[in-house]
């Protein structure tokens, strides 16, 4: 699938929050993101593994080289700065089977105000009307339920448990797996 049409800076969908906006990823966006994943508190629950800025480089420059290559990744920005807040995409888009999984993160300044659940319930309509797909998934460790709730406040349904799903610094840990389709979209 190639998304290019999609996610050039017209055809996002809005993040759903006064201030902010999604945006492509840029190269310049690794420090600011850098800044907020180096914070145990965001990736505790995680299975992020950051060994430094290089790593975000190496990420970001990925997203930026293959646009069709089935993940995608947006920046939450501050509308007056630009300035990245967060993230939102796909670590995979798997066209012919009409599903992605999504993946997020905030900066721990904008936590509990419902800006991660408007930018996922954006996001998973967006990808379920425009980019025609039918299901997008999620795995969430299973420790972390602040993003268990988002994914419930935007309508996703707990469908199991994954045991030793993946590994977490070194450990293998248990994931749920929730999902949203476009049958669901009457819902929240």
């Known amino acids: 699938m190639d998304l290019r ?18 945006r492509r990823l840029r190269q310049q966006d690794a420090a600011d993101w850098h800044e907020y994943l180096r914070d145990e508190a965001v990736t505790r629950h995680t299975s992020w593994q950051l060994a430094g800025i290089a790593d975000l480089d190496s990420l970001i420059a990925l997203y930026l080289s293959s646009p069709g290559s089935g993940c995608v990744r947006l920046a939450i920005a501050d509308a007056a ?26 900066a721990p300044t904008l936590w509990n105000r419902g800006i991660a659940s408007r930018a996922c319930a954006a996001v998973t309509g967006w990808a379920l009307q425009s980019l025609g797909l039918w299901r997008v998934q999620a795995t969430v460790l299973d420790a972390n339920l ?26 293998p840990r248990d994931f749920w797996i929730y ?10």
């Open 5 to 22: 049409p999609f996610i050039s800076e017209g055809a996002l969908p809005d993040a759903g929050t006064q201030g902010l906006r999604l």
């Open 81 to 106: 700065s630009n300035r990245l807040r967060g993230t939102i995409g796909f670590n995979e888009i798997a066209a012919a089977h009409g599903r992605a999984e999504i993946a997020y993160d905030l």
């Open 146 to 171: 602040p993003s268990r709730r988002v994914l419930e406040h935007c309508g996703y349904r707990p469908e199991g448990l994954l045991a030793s799903y993946r590994m977490v610094r070194g450990q």
């Open 179 to 188: 999902a949203r389709t476009r049958g669901d979209l009457a819902a929240p």
